[in-house]
């Protein structure tokens, strides 16, 4: 079964860091494009980042320089390093594989609060 | 960034009827459009992906139209499990974006 279970998440104040990490079962982080996606509380849905396959990585410009998207192939494992975070980083994070090289996003985990407050 | 806008924002149904949500991109995404519900408190979830591809598992009585800058999502007949938030995403460019939702509720 593809199973993804993230952790990490929890209660930082503001221009602090933290490192989110999301263990995959059932197949290969390294073989697929994996992203993170966020939900604010109470609002919708909104792309944060992706790393292909090949290593390549995107972020959305919120994020561009304070978020960085990793994988530990031993693992089998993506990360998420946060700094210099903001009050309107508070969300849920949940990473979501894009089976093989497909855009959308299939399965999600189950999600992780950071919550930015000082 | 392309944005995406979902109508209606909230839609009262009842079980058995047919539902149609409605999703608009700002610029052409072709069929790079995708669909997913979320219940409360649980992930989102995949129900349609490039526009009209049924993800394996998901019941037929939801499909999905559109290619360009109009697409719609219709549940043919509304179970009580249906009711949920539904969004729209393209994947067409990055930032990869979603619609505001749809909460559709019970009548």
């Known amino acids: 079964e593809v199973q993804l279970v993230e952790s990490g998440g929890g209660l930082v104040q503001p221009g602090g860091s933290l490192r989110l990490s999301c263990a995959a079962s059932?197949?290969?982080?390294?073989?697929?494009?994996m992203n993170w996606v966020r939900q604010a509380p109470g609002k919708g849905l909104e792309w944060v980042s992706v790393?292909?396959?090949?290593?390549?990585?995107l972020y959305a410009g919120s994020v561009k320089g304070r978020f960085t998207i990793s994988r530990d192939d031993s693992k089998n494992t993506l990360n998420l390093q946060m700094n210099s975070l903001r009050t309107e980083d508070t969300a849920v994070y949940y990473c979501?594989?894009?089976?093989?090289?497909?855009?959308?996003?299939?399965?999600w985990g189950q999600g992780t609060l950071v919550t930015v407050s000082s | 960034d392309i944005q995406m806008t979902q109508s209606p924002s909230s839609l009262s149904a009842s079980v058995g009827d047919r539902v149609t949500i409605t999703c608009r991109a700002s610029q052409s995404i072709s069929s790079y459009l995708n669909w997913y519900h979320q219940k409360p408190g649980k992930a989102p979830k995949l129900l349609i992906y490039?526009?009209?591809g049924l993800q394996s598992g998901v019941p037929s009585r939801f499909s999905g139209s559109g290619s360009g800058t109009d697409f719609t999502l219709t549940i043919s007949s509304l179970q009580p499990e249906d009711f949920a938030t539904y969004y729209c995403q393209q994947s067409y460019g990055i930032p990869y974006t979603f619609g505001q939702g749809t909460k559709l509720e019970i009548k």
């Open positions: 979501a594989r894009a089976p093989g090289a497909s855009k959308w996003f299939d399965p």
């Open positions: 059932g197949f290969t982080v390294s073989s697929t494009y």
């Open positions: 490039a526009a009209s």
């Open positions: 790393i292909y396959s090949g290593g390549n990585t």
